[in-house]
């Protein structure tokens, strides 16, 4: 227990040190505030960002890159000290930033972003501030080489301030002024800027609620509401249901079992009783098996942290790069957990090899990142976009992964080949396994997965277009008590028909049930993935090969880490039960 904690410690200390920039917050009047430029980019393509400076803008005499923590890195932050100067409590009227001549070239790269919706985000004293770049003249056009390119050249930036702190700010763009790009020719454009400071009552330590409040507004939380009742009444039915139905079938078969051992010793066994000697025969591919169930205990650990750290409110909004350096912290401290779990159970299963099996464990989930992330780079560098990550970061990544998950992948996994533990298995395995009779094709794994994966599914389904839209679009996304009761949902709909199933399986006569019960508990993270494309296509605006191989890609390692937790939950769930059955009978 006290490594846990130990965890948790070193968690919220890396994670809170991403938040300011080390300054206090307090300002004298006059004093500057820092300004820094962060991104631009398309609206509907959060993953394709630019450095700010990328577009032709005027560019401030001394630019400072701000130092940013790993997650911010990660997430695709480039802070640049802005052009605008905001001095605390100084009000400016059309302040001229530049004049700048921009060339033909200039011209249409700034047409090329106003027409594909180009958005630009700044930070100014940690606070968030976004803006579009200009604006597409439709008005009465109806072919598309008639409209018209506007670059706003005019920025009013509004502060609000309790005392000597900063509480908010807003941008808006002066819609009478305006820059024409329709034409390709050198135009003069005149920067400016405006300033206007207002007093406020709220107080410092709630400047951050403006942000989460766009997710907990009263209809969205009727709507969220709404998906947990009505998640919570269909899993409570159905299992419910399916509850009932194997309570009364395995007291029927426990009671018929006991009614043939006292009439009739020699009669035939049928049904789960009769492959009593085959179903604790240990799968194929144990290596593997024991190195899917050692990484999905893993991410199933690294899942209820992050829930822990988000419960307690260390991602509040903009906490910019929070999420990420949780993530890698948490995955490395916690590979001792599939070092541990898969070994133990390798060698629980007779298994020799213990060493392949450990690197099978490391390579299972971080091999495809990994390579996901190769090509997801290397095309993120040919856009030059920021979610291109320096060389000095995955020199940082790769130290993280050679001097701390790699050594306790290996510690973990000496801990557990010295466990000794064996395998509890009531019952005896006959020598020779018995043949497996035919089965209709609705029994076969494929058609079990889908059945197994749409219930838990159909339990989440809402709640996935809010996270989608947070993780892959603007929308905020804060009601964390909310995701961790559909977690707990997923888990048990995901563990009970997973039992659920595997109990039809052994009624069949059909022994083979350890892989099935591990694919059949990860079919959900399938069903995630299907749900991308419904997503991408009906739901979102994304559009060009960068974004969609981000989307796709990345989308595909998570489904994946799903895949390997779930199926783990339902693994184990369905060994409790076989156990569990089997030890209540007696067996020759």
Not at 12 to 34: A, F, L, N, W
């Given at each position: 227990?006290?490594?846990?904690?130990?965890?948790?410690?070193?968690?919220?200390?890396?994670?809170?040190?991403?938040?300011?920039?080390?300054?206090?917050?307090?300002?004298?009047?006059?004093?500057?505030?820092?300004?820094?430029?962060?991104?631009?980019?398309?609206?509907?393509?959060?993953?394709?960002t630019y450095r700010y400076f990328d577009l032709p803008f005027c560019i401030p005499d001394h630019v400072k890159e701000k130092?940013?923590?790993?997650?911010?890195?990660?997430?695709?932050?480039?802070?640049?000290?802005?052009?605008?100067?905001?001095?605390?409590?100084?009000?400016?009227?059309?302040?001229?930033?530049c004049k700048k001549k921009l060339k033909k070239e200039e011209v249409a790269r700034f047409r090329r972003a106003v027409r594909?919706?180009?958005?630009?985000?700044?930070?100014?004293?940690?606070?968030?501030?976004?803006?579009?770049?200009?604006?597409?003249?439709?008005?009465?056009?109806?072919?598309?080489?008639?409209?018209?390119?506007?670059?706003?050249?005019?920025?009013?930036?509004?502060?609000?301030?309790?005392?000597?702190?900063?509480?908010?700010?807003?941008?808006?763009?002066?819609?009478?002024?305006?820059?024409?790009?329709?034409?390709?020719?050198?135009?003069?454009?005149?920067?400016?800027?405006?300033?206007?400071?207002?007093?406020?009552?709220?107080?410092?330590?709630?400047?951050?609620?403006?942000?989460?409040?766009?997710?907990?507004?009263?209809?969205?939380?009727?709507?969220?509401?709404?998906?947990?009742?009505?998640?919570?009444?269909?899993?409570?039915?159905?299992?419910?249901?399916?509850?009932?139905?194997?309570?009364?079938?395995?007291?029927?078969?426990?009671?018929?079992?006991?009614?043939?051992?006292?009439?009739?010793?020699?009669?035939?066994?049928?049904?789960?009783?009769?492959?009593?000697?085959?179903?604790?025969?240990?799968?194929?591919?144990?290596?593997?098996?024991?190195?899917?169930?050692?990484?999905?205990?893993?991410?199933?650990?690294?899942?209820?942290?992050?829930?822990?750290?988000?419960?307690?409110?260390?991602?509040?909004?903009?906490?910019?790069?929070?999420?990420?350096?949780?993530?890698?912290?948490?995955?490395?401290?916690?590979?001792?957990?599939?070092?541990?779990?898969?070994?133990?159970?390798?060698?629980?299963?007779?298994?020799?090899?213990?060493?392949?099996?450990?690197?099978?464990?490391?390579?299972?989930?971080?091999?495809?990142?990994?390579?996901?992330?190769?090509f997801l780079n290397t095309v993120a560098i040919f856009y030059s976009a920021t979610a291109a990550l320096p060389f000095g970061?995955?020199?940082?990544?790769?130290?993280?992964?050679?001097?701390?998950?790699?050594?306790?992948?290996?510690?973990?996994?000496?801990?557990?080949?010295?466990?000794?533990?064996?395998?509890?298995?009531?019952?005896?395995?006959?020598?020779?396994?018995?043949?497996?009779?035919?089965?209709?094709?609705?029994?076969?794994?494929?058609?079990?997965?889908?059945?197994?994966?749409?219930?838990?599914?159909?339990?989440?389904?809402?709640?996935?277009?809010?996270?989608?839209?947070?993780?892959?679009?603007?929308?905020?996304?804060?009601?964390?008590?909310?995701?961790?009761?559909?977690?707990?949902?997923?888990?048990?709909?995901?563990?009970?028909?997973?039992?659920?199933?595997?109990?039809?399986?052994?009624?069949?006569?059909?022994?083979?049930?350890?892989?099935?019960?591990?694919?059949?508990?990860?079919?959900?993270?399938?069903?995630?993935?299907?749900?991308?494309?419904?997503?991408?296509?009906?739901?979102?605006?994304?559009?060009?090969?960068?974004?969609?191989?981000?989307?796709?890609?990345?989308?595909?390692?998570?489904?994946?880490?799903?895949?390997?937790?779930?199926?783990?939950?339902?693994?184990?769930?369905?060994?409790?039960?076989?156990?569990?059955?089997?030890?209540?009978?007696?067996?020759?």
């Open positions: 227990m006290r490594w846990l904690v130990v965890v948790a410690l070193l968690v919220t200390c890396s994670v809170i040190q991403v938040r300011s920039d080390g300054s206090s917050h307090r300002y004298k009047d006059g004093e500057p505030v820092p300004l820094y430029a962060n991104k631009v980019g398309p609206f509907h393509n959060p993953s394709e130092k940013e923590a790993l997650g911010e890195v990660l997430n695709g932050d480039r802070l640049v000290s802005a052009p605008y100067k905001l001095d605390f409590l100084v009000d400016k009227e059309s302040e001229h930033v594909k919706d180009y958005y630009f985000q700044m930070y100014y004293d940690d606070l968030p501030i976004w803006g579009l770049l200009g604006k597409v003249d439709k008005e009465g056009k109806a072919d598309p080489s008639e409209y018209k390119y506007y670059l706003f050249k005019h920025l009013n930036f509004e502060v609000q301030y309790n005392k000597d702190r900063v509480i908010e700010i807003n941008v808006r763009t002066d819609p009478n002024a305006l820059v024409d790009l329709t034409e390709d020719k050198a135009v003069d454009v005149d920067f400016m800027y405006s300033v206007k400071w207002k007093e406020t009552n709220t107080p410092f330590e709630k400047r951050m609620e403006k942000y989460s409040q766009s997710s907990s507004l009263p209809h969205h939380l009727e709507i969220h509401w709404f998906s947990i009742i009505n998640s919570c009444v269909t899993v409570l039915l159905l299992t419910g249901f399916l509850a009932t139905i194997l309570m009364r079938i395995l007291k029927n078969d426990f009671v018929k079992y006991a009614h043939d051992e006292e009439t009739a010793d020699d009669q035939e066994e049928t049904g789960w009783k009769y492959i009593h000697g085959d179903v604790f025969r240990f799968p194929k591919y144990k290596s593997l098996f024991a190195a899917a169930i050692g990484s999905g205990t893993q991410l199933f650990t690294l899942t209820i942290f992050i829930f822990i750290l988000a419960l307690v409110g260390v991602f509040y909004p903009y906490n910019r790069g929070a999420l990420f350096t949780a993530l890698v912290v948490i995955y490395a401290l916690t590979s001792g957990i599939a070092g541990y779990t898969a070994a133990s159970f390798y060698c629980q299963l007779e298994g020799t090899n213990w060493v392949r099996n450990l690197l099978l464990t490391g390579a299972l989930f971080c091999g495809p990142l990994f390579l996901t992330f190769c970061t995955i020199v940082v990544i790769v130290l993280i992964w050679t001097l701390v998950t790699s050594p306790l992948l290996v510690l973990g996994g000496i801990a557990g080949k010295n466990s000794k533990a064996e395998f509890q298995a009531p019952v005896c395995t006959t020598k020779y396994p018995r043949e497996i009779p035919p089965l209709p094709w609705y029994r076969g794994t494929l058609p079990q997965m889908a059945m197994a994966g749409f219930l838990p599914f159909s339990a989440i389904y809402i709640e996935l277009y809010y996270i989608f839209a947070s993780v892959w679009g603007h929308r905020i996304y804060t009601i964390y008590s909310i995701l961790f009761i559909v977690f707990i949902i997923l888990l048990i709909v995901t563990a009970f028909i997973t039992v659920a199933l595997t109990y039809f399986q052994l009624a069949a006569e059909d022994h083979e049930w350890w892989w099935r019960s591990f694919l059949c508990g990860g079919s959900t993270g399938l069903f995630i993935y299907a749900y991308c494309l419904y997503y991408y296509h009906a739901r979102s605006d994304m559009s060009g090969f960068m974004q969609t191989s981000f989307f796709f890609g990345y989308m595909a390692c998570i489904c994946y880490g799903f895949f390997l937790m779930l199926g783990t939950v339902g693994f184990r769930a369905a060994l409790l039960f076989v156990r569990h059955i089997y030890r209540s009978i007696k067996c020759e």
